[in-house]
């Protein structure tokens, strides 16, 4: 009895040492610390009660182990930043590793019949699985839970859970691992198999996860190249026509010394009237003063105007900015293109998006409001618009997303008087 009582102590102080380190903290080192401690030690009094003073009471072994399922849980709910479903992942995976160093306590036992090898051995063995997942996969944990949105991970909290129903039918239910060794081997390639899933599926999810980011930033820089060409061209015909209007000046002025001699001043004002004209048609539109944003505006622009749809800008954007230019500038394409799709396809509304951008040194707001006629599926962790195009798509909300966790920015959205308004603010 004894000998459970310390290996079950030990197994809770690694289970919430592995809670400490892989769940990125929401409040300081010192009072997170303080809640593992705690809950550590409320898992320890209740194994008394099912090992100790009711040992037969399959009901009670059932209760406390319940309840010991939900401290555990809620005690990572508790000290995580994120509370999503990727939390539960971890928790559940937590589980899976303690178990697996306790099992490896019990196979050391069956091998030595001597409780000291064994209890070393366990300490030794969670140590060792806590320090190579610490070096393996810690890191791509802390990337993942950074990650707002993103995958559904409630499908793949299926992994922890079968691997930890597994490990019971091979070594509790509904025989003991003591009582049937010969399961040992089973046992153990079932731990292999478990790690290697884990950094199998994981290093996979980052792959995948980078090969979207790959993606959308070509998805930018396509269309800050093509916004570059577009002014090029506009640059380039706008020169040709002012060569021409400076070539034809001489002509206008002597038209003008003409009329003035016939005190003709109405058809004087058609002529500064028409030159004006073609001086405003070659004007080159300058939407801000940061280059990049400036020309994926440009090309946002002329998808809006091929699309029949009017933009109303507001854009005030420095040239330089206190954040990535290529994430702010694709977060407004994202948020315009969103738009123009909504309305694009209007057949009796006005086809028309409002924008404002302002950006300074000290904060950050992006307002797009369109109408819209069907409804608008919101998602239920992020409260922002989920695509209804399948799987692949609805990327750039993510995208979005994404930058205002990184600036530390506000992002909602909300409907009134069929006006879609979609806003992001953050403080510098």
């Not at 999503?84 to 590793?97: C, H, I, R, T």
């Not at 306790?102 to 091998?111: D, K």
Request: glycine share 6%; charged share 20%.
């Amino acid at each position: 009895m004894i000998y459970k009582n310390i290996t079950y102590t030990i197994s809770h102080v690694f289970l919430m040492l592995f809670m400490y380190l892989f769940i990125v903290h929401r409040y300081s080192k010192k009072k997170t610390a303080g809640v593992c401690v705690t809950s550590a030690l409320l898992l320890t009094v209740t194994d008394l009660l099912k090992l100790n003073f009711f040992p037969d009471s399959q009901l009670c072994y059932l209760i406390v182990t319940i309840f010991q399922i939900c401290v555990t849980q809620f005690t990572g709910i508790y000290i995580a930043k994120h509370r999503d479903s990727k939390l539960l992942f971890v928790g559940l995976s937590a589980s899976n590793y303690v178990i697996a160093g306790s099992v490896i306590a019990t196979v050391l036992h069956i091998w030595t019949g001597n409780i000291m090898i064994s209890v070393v051995g366990s300490v030794v063995i969670h140590t060792i699985i806590l320090f190579v997942l610490y070096i393996r996969i810690r890191a791509i944990w802390f990337r993942f839970q950074e990650r707002e949105a993103g995958k559904n991970w409630w499908e793949l909290c299926l992994i922890p859970v079968f691997f930890y129903c597994g490990f019971c039918t091979l070594t509790f239910f509904p025989i003991k691992l003591e009582e049937n060794p010969q399961n040992i081997p089973a046992v153990l390639l079932f731990l292999i198999t478990m790690f290697v899933s884990y950094v199998v599926v994981l290093r996979y999810l980052e792959s995948e996860s980078e090969r979207t980011g790959i993606y959308w930033k070509n998805v930018f820089f396509e269309s800050y190249i093509k916004g570059l060409e577009s002014q090029y061209s506009l640059v380039e015909q706008s020169e040709q026509n002012l060569k021409i209007l400076r070539h034809d000046m001489r002509h206008y002025s002597g038209m003008i010394d003409a009329l003035l001699n016939q005190q003709a001043y109405d058809e004087i004002r058609n002529v500064t009237v028409h030159i004006k004209a073609v001086a405003d048609d070659n004007k080159i539109v300058k939407y801000c003063e940061n280059l990049m944003v400036n020309s994926v505006i440009s090309h946002m622009m002329d998808k809006a105007q091929q699309c029949g749809v009017s933009v109303q800008l507001e854009a005030v954007v420095p040239r330089e900015l206190p954040f990535n230019n290529y994430e702010f500038a694709a977060v407004i394409a994202n948020l315009i293109e969103n738009a123009v799709r909504c309305v694009g396809g209007f057949q009796t509304k006005e086809k028309r998006v409002e924008t404002k951008i302002e950006c300074d040194k000290k904060h950050v707001l992006i307002h797009v409001q369109n109408a819209y006629e069907e409804e608008i599926m919101l998602d239920a962790v992020t409260g922002l618009p989920k695509s209804q195009a399948g799987e692949g798509h609805g990327l750039g909300m993510q995208s979005v997303q994404a930058f205002s966790d990184n600036i530390g920015g506000n992002i909602g959205c909300y409907c009134e008087k069929g006006i879609f308004h979609i806003l992001l603010f953050a403080k510098i």
